[in-house]
Nanobody
Framework: QVQLAESGGGLVQAGGSLRLSCAAS????????MGWFRQAPGKEREFVAA????????????YYADSVKGRFTISRDNAKNTVYLQMNSLKPEDSAVYYC?????????????????WGQGTQVTVSS
């Protein structure tokens, strides 16, 4: 079982920045994919970014939704079991609850159903 805890959300003006963190604990597996999703009121949960990792590989492939490419950066600190989402040039349409998710495969997916563990979410609000 993997436990995930997000932090770093808040209220920011358009054009500003926030950095979200996701601390993982428990059995995180030697190969996995960590993802960020978001859900706005009345909308489905959507993929934002993902990064995969293997204990035998020092790198990590990253993937982004088209809507955040060039503005958001996902990264991970394996020593701290923490994944980050640096969000720059924020727009009001980025406002949502942001969720961290874990998938016990080093195969990236953009589908929420393919991630087995989720955090409780953190609210991001971007004012215009």
């Amino acid at each position: 079982q993997v436990q995930l805890a997000e932090s770093g959300g808040g209220l920011v003006q358009a054009g500003g920045s926030l950095r979200l963190s996701c601390a993982a604990s428990g059995r995180t597996f030697s190969r996995n994919t960590m993802g960020w999703f978001r859900q706005a009121p009345g909308k489905e949960r959507e993929f934002v970014a993902a990064i995969n990792w293997s204990i035998n590989w020092s790198g990590g492939s990253t993937y982004y939704a088209d809507s955040v490419k060039g503005r958001f950066t996902i990264s991970r600190d394996n020593a701290k079991n923490t994944v980050y989402l640096q969000m720059n040039s924020l727009k009001p349409e980025d406002s949502a609850v942001y969720y961290c998710a874990h998938r016990a495969l080093m195969i990236t997916s953009t589908r929420p159903a393919e991630f087995g563990s989720w955090g409780q979410g953190t609210q991001v609000t971007v004012s215009s």
